[in-house]
């Protein structure tokens, strides 16, 4: 299971109206079918998307299926997670983390 079953899914197309048009901040998880550590922190991706619910969203999107907005913001390692508020990237990790530590980082953003 990666966090694509459980998070709203992005592509080039839709990148713009959904995360960087966003009235909140947005968390992007890019990853790919490939990449074992992407799939680590899916979970843990899914159920902080819960947690932080009406404050902070969460999507994901496939680096291999959407290679635009992957080179677009420099996506060099997966996975890459970067948080947009009012378009612009206000924070990043790389790397699979535990879930304190995304919750930690990654709620320092949210609304």
């Known amino acids: ?3 694509t079953d459980l998070l709203v899914t992005v592509t080039d197309e839709t990148f713009a109206a959904t995360v960087l048009a966003a ?17 680590k922190i899916s ?7 819960e947690e932080f619910d009406g404050r ?3 999507v994901a999107l496939n680096s291999d299926d959407n290679p635009r907005t992957t080179r677009d913001y420099g996506v060099m390692s997966l996975p890459t997670l970067l948080v ?6 206000v924070g990043s990790l790389v790397g699979a983390r535990p879930k304190g530590y995304l919750r930690d980082k990654l709620g320092a953003h949210a609304a």
């Open 84 to 89: 947009f508020r009012g378009g612009e990237v």
């Open 23 to 39: 009235d909140r901040p947005v968390v992007v998880d890019f990853w790919a079918e490939w990449c074992p550590p992407c799939r």
């Open 56 to 58: 902070l969203d969460f």
């Open 1 to 3: 299971m990666h966090a």
């Open 43 to 49: 979970v843990s991706l899914a159920e902080l998307a």
